[in-house]
């Protein structure tokens, strides 16, 4: 296995893993913690992204990189901004279906 191949894996685990970052807000039991695991997704889609094109980069010693940042980077920016607009909405149905009060109690 040559350096450019596990660039090119690489290159395909970012491109892919985007894809799963507006799936976790859903995964949240309350409105409040959709909003805190969409926060906790974008700082992995701002940090993970540099730090994984970096070490493929360096680790490959390849000059693809630009061609990288140029494939890579709208896709990213894209699910950067798709993110917080479904965990508005995983938000919006958590808050539906929850109760405004307890149930009516009857008094004898």
């Given at each position: 296995?040559?350096?450019?191949?596990?660039?090119e894996g690489v290159?395909?685990?970012?491109?892919?893993?985007?894809?799963?970052?507006?799936?976790?807000p859903?995964f949240?039991?309350?409105p409040?913690g959709a909003w805190?695991?969409?926060?906790?997704?974008?700082?992995?889609?701002?940090l993970?992204?540099?730090?994984?094109f970096?070490?493929?980069?360096?680790?490959?010693n390849?000059?693809?990189?630009?061609?990288a940042i140029?494939?890579?980077?709208p896709?990213?920016l894209?699910f950067?901004?798709?993110?917080?607009?479904?965990?508005?909405?995983?938000s919006?149905?958590?808050?539906?279906?929850?109760p405004?009060?307890?149930?009516?109690?009857?008094?004898p």
């Open positions: 296995m040559t350096p450019l191949d596990v660039f290159m395909y685990v970012l491109f892919f893993a985007p894809f799963l970052f507006p799936l976790a859903w949240a039991k309350t409040r805190l695991v969409c926060g906790a997704a974008l700082v992995v889609l701002g993970l992204f540099p730090a994984m970096w070490w493929g980069c360096i680790w490959s390849c000059g693809q990189g630009s061609i140029f494939m890579l980077a896709v990213w894209a950067a901004v798709i993110t917080p607009l479904s965990a508005g909405w995983a919006a149905r958590k808050r539906a279906r929850t405004a009060s307890g149930p009516p109690r009857s008094v």
